[in-house]
């Protein structure tokens, strides 16, 4: 709880907040563009950011988590008053499976060690959800991308400064010789080097294959700035999880991008034959410059993630159906930190995440939910949310990824595939209603 020091200081801010989060509602209601956008630009901002370091396991209220608790509400409301625009797309495919797996979420809560906490988690997830619905319906999808890419862009250049101006807080602390120093990759504003890892490579990944659409609502310039920017980050974090799926997402769409092919496919082979000689040669040596430690052993149990799946195994098996409760895991796992060396705060895989937190009828309306949403990405040729989907996905080997906890990144990409699934006649949008009217009258002449 808040430190009494600080009540006098927290008072303020937070009507000014709460002043200033009504007037962005009310204005974005009233059909203000740039209200609505500020509203999720913030929101997202929000969303991966912390602003002192603490435990994983502690949930207790402060002045961040009230600003981000607040985003979440002000988004419901927002998508609340916009609901007679979207409510139609409900009653079909994936939103149907998706309001399922939703309800499941919160069917666990009882089963949690923290229920406030699992019911806070769902519901920024279920805001999320409406948000993205609500802003497709009445606004151009091409600019809710730019928004949202613009303020994981912020994320970027703020984890860049303070690795460099707050070395302590910007930069992760290490376990060395049984005491914690301060170590060289960077973990940013977002806390972990993984987090900012997959932030940076996300936005690496828009800019590179929707830069043309992109550029109608951010300068060239701030997309090369941020682009540099986001490829500095992702460096410094040494994530390889984040950069492999950079090179592969980058590398499979532009590959199927016609033109570029014979160039790729060639640039491909010259590398592969490069690592192949190198790996011959000396293989032992190949895996410790690939491992940060130098110690392949850390390649050989995926940085400890073996270990972690194995016992998130045993553990989902005792509760096998139903779970322990959506994002209980940062709860649970730590009290295992002594057969594990360390206390993870999930099981640093999706599927296996959402089998220990909502058993495997959770597993189960996730997958048909997220299977449904890619056929529709595909039937409607929808290639941005093909590439999200596969982002997320690919994020789920080695991390939680959409539905570890509290809304992130991970779970906006998949908030962002749904939405795009809607169609005009799904809707009351005038605006869309007249674009689906203008697309047939084209078709037609």
Excluded at 95 to 100: E, G, N, R
Excluded at 211 to 231: E, K, N, V
Excluded at 351 to 358: E, H, N, R, S, V
């Amino acid at each position: 709880m808040f430190e009494n020091e600080y009540i006098f200081l927290l008072l303020p801010l937070g009507v000014i907040a709460v002043m200033v989060g009504a007037y962005g509602v009310m204005a974005s209601a009233a059909g203000r563009t740039w209200a609505a956008m500020t509203l999720i630009f913030v929101t997202i901002f929000l969303l991966d950011t912390i602003f002192r370091a603490r435990a994983y396991s502690d949930k207790s209220i402060d002045f961040q988590i009230i600003l981000k608790a607040g985003s979440w509400v002000a988004i419901f409301l927002f998508a609340m008053l916009h609901f007679h625009r979207y409510a139609r797309a409900l009653f079909r495919l994936p939103h149907i499976l998706w309001l399922l797996f939703f309800c499941w979420l919160l069917a666990t809560t009882p089963n949690s060690p923290n229920p406030t906490y699992t019911e806070m988690a769902v519901f920024s997830v279920v805001a999320l959800y409406f948000a993205c619905l609500a802003l497709h319906a009445d606004y151009d999808r091409e600019m809710v991308v730019a928004v949202i890419l613009g303020s994981c862009l912020l994320v970027v250049v703020l984890s860049l400064l303070v690795y460099f101006a707050i070395p302590s807080f910007g930069r992760l602390e290490e376990w060395q010789g049984g005491a914690q120093i301060q170590g060289h990759r960077l973990s940013g504003i977002t806390g972990t080097p993984n987090g900012i890892g997959i932030i940076s490579a996300w936005c690496l990944l828009v800019i590179a294959v929707h830069w043309r659409d992109l550029r109608c609502y951010l300068h060239s310039s701030i997309l090369l700035f941020g682009g540099m920017t986001a490829l500095a980050t992702l460096a410094l974090s040494q994530s390889r999880t984040a950069i492999a799926i950079l090179l592969v997402l980058t590398g499979i769409t532009f590959t199927l991008r016609r033109r570029y092919t014979p160039f790729l496919l060639l640039g491909g082979a010259i590398v592969v034959t490069v690592v192949a000689i190198f790996v011959i040669s000396d293989s032992d040596h190949f895996l410790r410059l690939l491992s940060r430690s130098g110690n392949v052993m850390e390649l050989e149990t995926g940085t400890g993630r073996a270990q972690i799946w194995s016992l998130v195994i045993k553990l989902a098996q005792s509760n096998f159906w139903t779970g322990q409760g959506y994002a209980s895991t940062v709860f649970i796992l730590p009290d295992y930190s002594d057969y594990m060396g360390h206390a993870p705060p999930h099981a640093h895989n999706m599927w296996l995440q959402l089998w220990l937190t909502t058993g495997i009828i959770g597993v189960i309306l996730f997958g048909l939910a997220f299977v449904s949403q890619a056929i529709r990405a595909i039937i409607d040729k929808d290639g941005l949310s093909i590439t999200f989907l596969a982002f997320v996905m690919l994020d789920g080997i080695t991390e939680p990824s959409a539905f570890g906890g509290v809304a992130h990144l991970s779970t906006v990409l998949v908030m962002v595939a749904a939405a795009r699934s809607i169609r005009p006649q799904w809707t009351t949008s005038p605006r869309l209603v007249l674009r689906h009217q203008t697309s047939v009258a084209a078709s037609t002449t």
